[in-house]
């Protein structure tokens, strides 16, 4: 029997994980936010009140093992001057099967049907009026997860205006699972929706299973300036009550100079240290190894050592 990972996470970041995580033998539940309120994702629920769906059409078609062109279809977005200006079809898809269904779980149990993946995706929530706020250092209260990136701010608090309902099948899969998995990902808009659900920290609380961050390949502006890897783990242990991370997997790749700088200028982002005594401190085990590769210009984890580490790590366990 495989062992049992539940990934929590949104944005590229966790499609990216679970792009090399599906091709290990191991049993995968995706657990995706439904906070977004921009570009294609957030017009749709402002016009037919849903929960996000634009995070979970990337993992659906990463987790696909369908051909290229149809993966490529569902993040086709069109150019137009019409409505359906800047609407990925994915997303449209989903909406559409919400729609009929009433159930965003079902639609994705669809989907992921029509689309030959082999693992399950969950939403946190059904609730189609979730909405992520931030309380920033200054006191000023942001609304919305988009408006939340944008403001570049450091936030003293994260939370929702109204506490989730968490999907049952959430609850369950993180009580039967032998590793929960916290993606890389921003951590405020990202991992910490996740988180910071009620039920979910009471789950984290009484689950058997050992809980890993993959640490994130450079900072987010505003939120994380100056972040090490230690302070990842701190801000998640922070939010996590009871439960504290067992296991941090973080690279000790060297980024080139133009590289760095090309971040620095234009992005305003720049590469996590590891800060070995800080993390010691924790009492967090660190897994590090030479985890990044370019394309593109980009600085990118390479999927299949990333995933050959969670898997050697939850082997050993």
């Known amino acids: 029997m495989y062992k049992k990972v539940v990934v929590m996470g949104g944005g590229t970041g966790i499609s990216y994980l679970l792009k090399g995580l599906k091709d290990f033998p ?56 019409s409505d359906l200006d800047g609407h990925a079809v994915g997303n449209l898809i989903l909406t559409a099967m919400l729609d009929i269904t009433g159930s965003l779980k079902d639609s994705i149990d669809s989907l992921s049907k029509l689309l030959d993946v082999k693992h399950r995706v969950l939403p946190i929530s059904e609730d189609s009026d979730l909405t992520l706020m ?15 990136t944008q403001a570049h701010k450091q936030l003293e608090k994260i939370f929702y205006k109204n506490e989730p309902k968490v999907s049952p099948e959430v609850l369950d899969a993180i009580k039967e699972a032998d590793l929960v998995i916290f993606s890389m990902g921003s951590l405020y808009t990202s991992i910490l929706p996740n988180v910071i659900c009620r039920e979910v920290k009471e789950a984290l ?42 296991v941090v997997i973080a690279s000790n790749t060297h980024i080139d100079s133009k590289i760095a700088k090309k971040y620095e200028n234009e992005e305003q982002k720049e590469a996590i240290p590891i800060d070995y005594e800080e993390i010691k401190k924790t009492n967090t085990e660190l897994i590090e190894d030479n985890l990044f590769t370019i394309e593109d210009n980009l600085i990118r984890h390479d999927s299949l050592k990333l995933c050959f580490q969670i898997f050697s790590y939850l082997m050993r366990k």
């Not at 570009?39 to 009140?49: D, V």
């Not at 062109?69 to 069109?78: G, H, L, Q, T």
């Not at 809980?211 to 390949?217: D, E, V």
């Not at 890897?229 to 242990?237: A, F, I, P, T």
């Open 134 to 148: 931030g309380l920033d250092k200054e006191g000023n209260i942001i609304e919305g997860e988009e408006q939340i």
């Open 205 to 246: 609380n009484k689950t058997k299973a050992k809980l890993m961050y993959i640490c994130n390949a450079v900072t987010q502006p505003g939120e994380t300036d100056g972040f090490t890897v230690g302070d990842h783990v701190k801000l998640l242990n922070k939010y996590l009550d009871k439960r504290k991370l067992d």
């Open 26 to 81: 191991v049993d995968i539940t995706a657990v995706i936010t439904v906070s977004d309120n921009g570009r294609s994702t957030g017009k749709l629920r402002e016009e037919f009140h849903t929960p996000a769906v634009g995070d979970i059409r990337k993992v659906i078609t990463n987790l696909s093992q369908i051909d290229e062109p149809i993966k490529k279809m569902m993040s086709y977005r069109f150019q137009t001057s």
